[in-house]
């Protein structure tokens, strides 16, 4: 396990200092390329390997905060189950326009499902950024255009965003003091973290103007987390949503969470499935995983190995997981 991480921390990424640049040209939306939110200068590769509940081992500075990117839907997804085990959201099949009054139209037919399955052909626009515009859409074989609610799996920030409007507006407060105080705050997470929006990314709930975190960093902001408080994420999940006898969100929604998407088996609800070993080959098919910027960010849960490994900031996540796992004896 150990020289598993000495590589990790040997194929740092390069060009993270220059945050800005390196953002710039993972971006190919060359139409809205601005970028809205704040960014965060990379610091080397970092991470955490936490197994049965214990970490094992940590590298890099594990301690400070990086820019998540698309790793943040994973939190998206488990907001959402809190707000489902508390009966705000009375099922995930609900469509969101009977739950949550948004300011931008969606439609009677896109449900929480659709949102949390990246399968809700929604077509609009949020804080100037459409959602034709996202790349990585197109990328990934989706159209980005409007396509019937369940039909299309397309990897969408603009669609996540909608989702963080959604929930904001649902909550009545910002997602980042929700994540506080029914789950980071619980889970005892360090006070660096941090959740972004947009400069422009607002809302008005009961005549107060509260700010709206982004989905992931494509037009910057995001979740910034340390490896070490992800690493408690990850072990909250595998302890089926129960910390230290505290019930923090139901097993029923994280089943559900790891149930295929009908139009991409390898997805659920904002977490990546490796069922079909497709989303890391070399890697055990019993792992989940949120993960981001190409898989320079991850979070791999693996209930068989009972091991949580987080790795930030290293070109090799694949082989991290890869070997730390070959380490572990199920």
Excluded at 5 to 31: K, M, N
Excluded at 162 to 178: E, I
Excluded at 303 to 311: A, F, G
């Amino acid at each position: 396990m150990h020289e598993a991480v000495r590589q990790a921390e040997r194929r740092t990424t390069p060009g993270i200092e220059d945050i800005a640049a390196f953002h710039a040209a993972q971006v190919a939306d060359l139409s809205h390329r601005e970028v809205l939110g704040p960014l965060l200068p990379g610091n080397g590769a970092s991470g955490a390997v936490s197994f049965r509940g214990r970490i094992a081992t940590t590298w890099g500075e594990s301690t400070r905060p990086e820019m998540c990117f698309s790793l943040t839907k994973t939190v998206l997804a488990v907001l959402a189950g809190v707000a489902f085990d508390r009966g705000m959201i009375p099922d995930a099949d609900t469509p969101v326009a009977d739950t949550a009054d948004l300011p931008v139209r969606i439609g009677p037919r896109v449900t929480w499902t659709h949102l949390l399955q990246q399968t809700s052909g929604w077509a609009g626009e949020l804080w100037g950024k459409p959602a034709d515009v996202d790349a990585q859409s197109l990328r990934d074989g989706g159209s980005a255009a409007y396509a019937e609610p369940g039909v299309e799996w397309a990897y969408n920030d603009v669609r996540v965003n909608l989702l963080a409007l959604a929930l904001t507006v649902l909550w009545r407060r910002p997602l980042d003091d929700v994540a506080r105080t029914e789950l980071f705050g619980p889970l005892g997470f360090s006070d660096t973290w941090s959740w972004h929006g947009y400069r422009n990314s607002l809302v008005v709930v009961d005549g107060v103007e509260l700010p709206v975190v982004s989905g992931g960093a494509h037009w910057g902001g995001g979740l910034w987390a340390s490896a070490v408080d992800l690493v408690r994420l990850g072990e909250l999940i595998l302890a089926r949503g129960s910390w230290y006898g505290e019930r923090l969100v139901s097993p029923e929604w994280i089943d559900e969470s790891w149930r295929p998407c009908p139009a991409n088996p390898d997805y659920g609800f904002l977490w990546w499935l490796n069922d079909r070993r497709t989303v890391f080959p070399e890697a055990p098919s019993s792992g989940r995983c949120a993960r981001g910027c190409g898989n320079r960010h991850l979070l791999w849960v693996d209930p068989d190995r009972e091991l949580v490994v987080v790795s930030h900031w290293s070109d090799s996540a694949g082989s991290l997981v890869r070997d730390v796992s070959d380490a572990i004896t199920v």
